[in-house]
């Protein structure tokens, strides 16, 4: 499977417990299938940030958005769906 596209969850909020506990989720709905994986966290700056990385950024994110919808960590958070490898042509969603 090539995962050169990616997903960013950036949330202005650092908690870790809701953070793994948003991961975990994550990792959980992902785990098993083709769609896509999760490959880490960024914590700083007031900002945490989620990559996960697929063959497809917007299939992954319309896979991960209802869990991202219901988790409140993730309220509010930005997302970036990148089509390709940094520097490809990106778009931002707000959730």
């Known amino acids: 499977m090539n995962n ?3 997903v960013l969850i950036h949330i202005q909020a650092i908690d870790f417990d809701q953070m793994v506990s948003l991961e975990d989720k994550l990792i959980d709905l992902l785990e098993g299938t083709r769609v896509g994986e999760h490959d880490g966290h960024e914590i700083g700056q007031g900002e945490t940030t989620l990559w996960l990385y697929g063959a497809n950024a917007d ?3 319309a896979f991960i958005k209802p869990t991202l919808l219901q988790h409140p ?3 509010g ?3 970036v ?3 390709g490898e940094p520097g490809s042509l990106e778009k931002e969603i707000q959730l």
């Open 4 to 6: 050169s596209h990616a």
């Open 59 to 61: 299939e992954l994110f």
């Open 73 to 75: 960590f993730s309220q």
């Open 77 to 79: 958070a930005r997302i």
């Open 81 to 83: 769906l990148r089509y």
